[in-house]
Nanobody, 119 residues
């Protein structure tokens, strides 16, 4: 099993920045990509960004691509999401997820961290 715990969320004004962190523990040697998703009130969970195991390849959704940076520190089993120029529509619970080597499904999820952007 793998456990994920997010942190770094909070209340920020529009135009501000936040850096989210997600620490993985347990059988992390079996994990591959790490990702961030978010879910706004009344909406479905949506993909935000992902990063390969090596950290070389990253992917992000178009709506945030120019404002976010995903990175990871494998020595710390941690993935980060740097978010800049935040907008009220970025308000959501942000979840970290990881898949297992050989299985592309997002198998493990953290409990989430709330990000609220005020206008």
């Amino acid at each position: 099993q793998v456990q994920l715990v997010e942190s770094g969320g909070g209340l920020v004004q529009a135009g501000g920045s936040l850096r989210l962190s997600c620490v993985a523990s347990g059988r992390t040697s079996t994990t591959n990509r790490m990702s961030w998703f978010r879910q706004a009130p009344g909406k479905e969970r949506e993909f935000v960004a992902a990063i390969s195991r090596s950290g070389v390849s990253t992917y992000s959704t178009a709506s945030v691509k120019d404002r976010i940076t995903i990175s990871r520190d494998n020595a710390k089993n941690t993935v980060y999401l740097q978010m800049n120029n935040l907008k009220p529509e970025d308000t959501a619970v942000y979840y970290c997820a990881t898949d297992r080597i050989g299985d592309s499904r997002w198998s493990y999820w953290g409990p989430g961290t709330q990000v609220t952007v005020s206008s």
